[in-house]
């Protein structure tokens, strides 16, 4: 072949090429009005617009984007039809019927208008903000916004309301009200007439300075019958204003607080960090159970959808919101508790009592329903030591090693030495207060708690067969689902973490929940599960993530059973405690004999240490734990709240 007939062979696969590109833009743009409303309809439906239809494909796919963003996971496009198309002053409109639906299926449906062009042979459509909806204006978008129905209550035993929603009264100050000179007075009025609150003048001040135009300086919230009571010291305060609002409080102000949990609205932060699943409006539970909880507290979340920066918005340089469409608001569920409302009432006293952060629980060993969870700080709120925090348990673990040692063939009345030292490993073990018992009986040893006798009885159990009896007692359960935690206890034999391990020092940690779960399973001669939260909410937390609510399973491979017979030998032991031991300070509580065990915990690492105080015990159906943080002796710190404990329960 020539080189000429090459050139034209060339050309002529060219045109054949263009020739089909033609027919193939042929066939994808629309000849008719009908096909290109229904291509249109189409690519809305589907979120994704890519047509030939549009003007500027790009700009008008990032058009919708923007107007639709805010919609989020809550409100989803279902369909967009064509319903009808109509000409008038030379103008063709396509007439689109929209149906959306929030996540409960609830429908929004409503009609726009979209513009039909015919350019030539083919129509085009050009997507405008009208055409979405026809309230939104040139610049506009959807903006949703919270529209919580009634928050779910928390109740108690007998299914007493511990938390709901109630009225509060917010106290703030408005800037223009305040003149600088009666900062001072202000400060000093707030501070005498309201309880605990310890505003300072300065910073005060900075806040009013900082606050820009009418903006509300907030101070305090309190509740409605608090304000009440204080009202007329503070009502006539310069620049004080008061709103009312609701709030979801305790049935009584510190009543199982930390344990209850604090709800509010979502903040910025909450609303950024969520990344999209939280909005503006949203209530959300931030700690207890308000928060482990808080999907079914605050039920469905429905939704209010506005038209943002319509034509009329520029007021003042506000935004103007219109409202569109308010899906059904819907209240959330309530969420069984066992807590005892007088039990309950009971504990929070016995922990006010303590000079240091405390922590109680109750427990009834017959059918393992937490009946109190009480904590106490008293520099500040106090976070909810009972059920999450882990601490050396200290010599209220030899409950558990000293049913190890009975498993392992030890009896009550076995002599054990208890000097004044023990050397294991290399590491040297003493007891408190240098104290000496001699050759005494196991039980002598457990009344008095003699580090040294069970530190050298370690090598008659291994470490794997003490975190066994720990599981005995319930310790080693899973209490995740409600933001729980129980125990952990190292199965390894290094014979100084062993040794350590014998008197409740070490590896090992556990919560005060934990410490009340032994002491229920010794009363009960069986291995006790806590029980917190009951119900449909129990049911809801198991198929959620394969874990129970507080305690349910073991968490230690299956444990041995725990013997009734070696339980009750441990209960008798505890009952010498009380009588001739370390908590001798409990013979004289009235009703059923107190049965216990101190502990005083050793941490950190200052010389000499510091030491956590513990106590662990019960009284006929009524096991307890008490912490005391940083409290010094069990007998000390410990001893005394569980004794204004059971004062207070009968």
């Known amino acids: 072949m020539s080189k000429k007939s090459r050139v034209w062979l060339a050309v002529a696969l060219v045109l054949v090429l263009l020739a089909g590109a033609g027919v193939f833009a042929l066939f994808r743009l629309p000849m008719t009005k009908s096909s290109a409303a ?74 726009s208008q979209l513009p ?56 703030g100050v408005h800037p223009n009200r305040l003149e600088p000179d009666t900062i001072g007075r202000l400060v000093s009025g707030l501070n005498d007439g309201v309880d605990s609150l310890d505003l300072d003048a300065d910073d005060l001040e900075k806040s009013v300075d900082d606050a820009e135009g009418n903006q509300l300086v907030p101070v305090v919230t309190l509740r409605e019958d608090d304000y009440k009571e204080v009202k007329s010291a503070i009502h006539d305060l310069p620049g004080i204003l008061f709103t009312e609002d609701t709030q979801t409080l305790t049935r009584s102000r510190g009543f ?76 959330g569920e309530d969420v069984e508790t066992t807590l005892d409302v007088d039990i309950q009432a009971a504990a929070d006293k016995a922990a006010a009592t303590a000079k240091k952060p405390a922590a109680v629980v109750a427990i009834r060993p017959s059918d393992g329903h937490v009946l109190a969870v009480a904590n106490q700080d008293p520099e500040g709120a106090a976070w909810d030591r009972a059920l999450s925090g882990q601490y050396a348990p200290g010599s209220v673990f030899k409950i558990a090693s000293g049913l190890a040692l009975l498993d392992a063939g030890v009896r009550p009345d076995d002599d054990i030495d208890c000097p004044k030292t023990a050397n294991i490993g290399g590491k040297s073990f ?14 002598d040893d457990f009344a008095h708690s003699c580090n040294t006798a069970f530190v050298s009885s370690g090598d008659k159990v291994s470490g794997s067969e003490v975190a066994d009896a720990a599981a005995q007692l319930g310790m080693l359960g899973d209490a995740s689902a409600i933001g729980a935690k129980m125990a952990s206890v190292p199965t390894d034999d290094d014979e100084v973490t062993h040794a350590a391990q014998m008197i409740g020092q070490g590896k090992v940690q556990s919560s005060p929940l934990a410490v009340a779960t032994m002491a229920a399973s010794v009363e009960a001669g069986e291995t006790v599960t806590p029980q917190l939260v009951v119900g449909e909410a129990l049911d809801e937390a198991k198929s959620g993530d394969g874990s129970q609510a507080a305690g349910q399973g073991t968490g230690h491979g299956d444990a041995p059973t725990l013997d009734a017979d070696a339980a009750k030998e441990i209960s008798v032991m505890m009952r010498a405690v009380v009588t001739e031991g370390t908590a001798t300070d409990l013979k004289d509580v009235p009703g059923d004999p107190v049965h216990g065990k101190t502990g005083t915990a050793e941490y950190g690492n200052d010389s000499p240490p510091r030491t956590h105080s513990w106590f662990a015990g019960f009284q006929g159906d009524l096991a307890v734990a008490v912490l005391v943080e940083d409290g010094g002796f069990g007998a000390e710190a410990a001893v005394p709240v569980a004794h204004e404990f059971f004062d207070n329960v009968n």
């Open 430 to 443: 003493k007891n408190a207060e240098d104290e000496v018992l001699g050759t005494v009986s196991f039980a």
């Open 256 to 331: 199982a607080q930390a344990t209850l949990g604090s709800a509010g609205p979502a903040s910025a932060d909450d609303i950024e960090k969520s990344k999209g699943e939280l909005i503006a409006g949203d209530i959300v539970g931030r700690t207890g159970l308000q928060k482990t909880f808080n999907s079914r507290l605050s039920g469905p979340g429905s939704v209010e959808v506005f038209a943002k920066g319509d034509s009329t918005n520029d007021k003042g340089g506000k935004t103007k919101l219109t409202s569109l469409h308010a899906f059904e608001a819907k209240d």
């Open 116 to 171: 039909l062009e015919k350019n030539g042979l083919f129509w085009w459509a050009d997507l405008t903000e009208k055409a979405i909806h026809p309230k939104l204006g040139k610049g506009g978008s959807f903006a949703l916004r919270a529209n919580p129905g009634g928050r779910g209550k928390i109740l108690g035993a007998d299914d007493e309301v511990l938390m709901e929603e109630g009225k509060v009264v917010d106290i």
């Open 38 to 111: 229904k291509a249109a309809a189409h690519d809305l439906a589907e979120e994704q617009l890519s047509s030939d239809i549009w003007h500027e494909k790009d700009l008008a796919q990032g058009l919708f984007d923007r107007v639709t963003k805010a919609l989020g996971t809550r409100v989803d496009l279902r369909s967009v039809t064509v319903d009808d198309i109509t000409e008038a002053d030379g103008r063709t409109v396509a007439t689109l019927d929209w149906t959306w639906a929030n996540n409960d299926g609830e429908s929004w449906e409503y009609s």
